[in-house]
């Protein structure tokens, strides 16, 4: 199995449970399952990280394009795919707003779920889908829902770190 990690997975790892400071296990686990092929992300989300002025911009520049992966052409394809599923997308059988369907397009989430799709990769973030929410929104698309549109499993980073075996122990 492969998985596609979300910026807000190490965003959040970055500012709350695995900082660098106290948990840099979380880190080399990254590495480690990136050396066996497992863990990966893409350009556009490296690109969105590095813009940042943090340690994690900093980490993610050092990554480079054999974790943060270029756009390939089976990639160019799913985008296809992809843009017209979000754009029959709805919630409660109302559309989505122009404003989040073009927000969407543009973002780094957009090619994550592209590529995880051509290649049969599994995306990993925080977000929740709007799926049983108490307040759906139109004026964001998420990643789960996103998706599951399209046929590509989705999981949270706790999920990833249980069903590859992680362990960051003292």
């Known amino acids: 199995m492969t998985y596609l990690i979300d910026s807000d997975v190490l965003i959040e790892a970055k500012d709350r449970h695995y900082a660098f400071d106290f948990c840099p296990g979380f880190w080399d686990w990254i590495l480690q399952q990136h050396v066996l092929r497992v863990v990966f992300s893409v350009k556009a989300i490296g690109d969105e990280l590095k813009a940042g002025n943090d340690q994690l911009a900093v980490w993610t520049a050092k990554q480079g394009s ?5 756009e390939d052409a089976k990639t160019v394809a799913a985008m296809a795919v992809v843009a017209k599923a979000v754009s029959n997308m709805t919630v409660n059988k109302a559309p ?56 590509v499993d989705c999981i949270s980073p706790f999920r990833l770190l249980r069903d590859e075996g992680a362990k960051l122990v003292i």
């Open 66 to 70: 054999k974790f943060f992966l270029p």
């Open 96 to 151: 989505y707003t122009p404003a989040a369907l073009n927000q969407f397009m543009s973002s780094g989430d957009y090619r994550l779920i592209s590529h995880a799709k051509a290649h049969g990769h599994v995306v990993v973030t925080h977000e929740v889908g709007q799926k049983g929410s108490n307040q759906p929104s139109l004026k964001r698309l998420k990643i789960p829902d996103v998706c599951n549109a399209v046929g």
